[in-house]
């Protein structure tokens, strides 16, 4: 019940806003979070956010260039990516029914289908 919307193929150093919308019940009281899978790569931790909205955890290559919101009364979670780098190319998929814990997220049972992000140098 998770939907990402909003990749696609961008230059070195521009931005892309993704969201992924949540029909689901428990979103307002719920950690979310982005992941991404590059090709011929397992899938890795990107942003994580607890149900709030008020905590956020990033991995290191992205800080200060993600930033992960939250919106609660849209059911939607957002990853706004600024400063893209061609290393930076996956498949990112948003990841619902965390738990946020000792400033980590911890992944739920819930993935979207993933939206591809490709960035030319």
């Known amino acids: 019940h998770l939907v990402e919307s909003g990749g696609g193929l961008v230059q070195a150093g521009e931005s892309l806003r993704l969201s992924c919308v949540d029909s689901?019940?428990?979103?307002?009281?719920?950690?979310m979070g982005w992941f991404r899978q590059a090709p011929g790569k397992e899938r890795y931790f990107v942003a994580g956010?607890?149900?709030?909205?008020?905590?956020?955890v990033y991995e290191y290559s992205v800080k200060g260039r993600f930033t992960i919101d939250k919106d609660n009364t849209n059911n939607t979670v957002y990853l706004q990516m600024n400063n893209l780098k061609p290393e930076d190319t996956a498949v990112y998929y948003c990841n619902g029914a965390g738990t946020y814990y000792n400033n980590n997220y911890h992944p739920g049972n819930y993935w979207g289908q993933g939206t591809q992000v490709t960035v030319s140098s």
């Open positions: 689901g019940r428990f979103f307002s009281t719920s950690a």
């Open positions: 956010i607890d149900w709030t909205g008020g905590s956020t």
